[in-house]
């Protein structure tokens, strides 16, 4: 009886928290997406839009302005996971993803380290992210039925083709054919 009760709590908790991010005016779910009370968007400019049949366990964030995050049908986003956007991301359809994986379209601090003090003086001060020239992005495409394992890196600039698998704790550097097998630091 309790897990029932269990259950329906935790059911009206995610639908709640599904309306409010529905709520947001850049971010556009799918009904039928299903959001966990762990998932975490973010995405006060640029835009994020998750179609059909899709879970999210971890978190999405526009970083820069403009910045796109796509998530196609079927996919399943672990838990832990972050998928940071400033230029774009593209994820297929039946895509799965494990946990702890990270996704970056971009430097995500300068490297001069009197930019990157005031870069994390205005984040963690002010929630402001400014631009800088040191920063580069470049887009990231997902194919279709891709599965990332847990714990891998994907990098800025990586193209994934149809039916790729990437092993766990991999750290993807550069793009991979379809339906490949890579694996290690940096993937190969």
């Known amino acids: 009886m309790f897990g029932i009760i269990r259950r329906v709590r935790n059911r009206i908790k995610l639908n709640s928290k599904r309306r409010s991010l529905q709520k947001m005016k850049n971010v556009h779910l799918d009904d039928s997406v299903i959001v966990f009370m762990e998932t975490s968007i973010s995405a006060f400019s640029g835009h994020i839009q998750v179609e059909k049949n899709t879970c999210i366990r971890g978190a999405l964030e526009i970083q820069r302005e403009n910045g796109i995050i796509e998530i196609g049908s079927n996919c399943y986003i672990g838990d832990h996971t972050r998928i940071w956007a400033a230029e774009n991301i593209k994820i297929g359809n039946n895509v799965l993803i494990a946990h702890n994986v ?63 698998i ?5 750290v993807v550097t550069k793009s991979v054919p379809p339906f490949s097998l890579v694996a290690g630091n940096p993937a190969k």
């Not at 990437?166 to 991999?170: N, P």
């Open 166 to 170: 990437v092993a766990a704790g991999s």
């Open 102 to 164: 990270n996704i970056f379209d971009n430097d995500t601090h300068p490297v001069d380290y009197k930019d990157r003090r005031n870069d994390a003086e205005n984040i963690i001060f002010h929630g402001v992210r400014k631009n800088y020239p040191s920063l580069k992005s470049k887009a990231i495409d997902i194919g279709d039925d891709v599965w990332i394992g847990c714990n891998s890196i994907i990098l800025k600039g990586v193209k994934i083709g149809n039916g790729s």
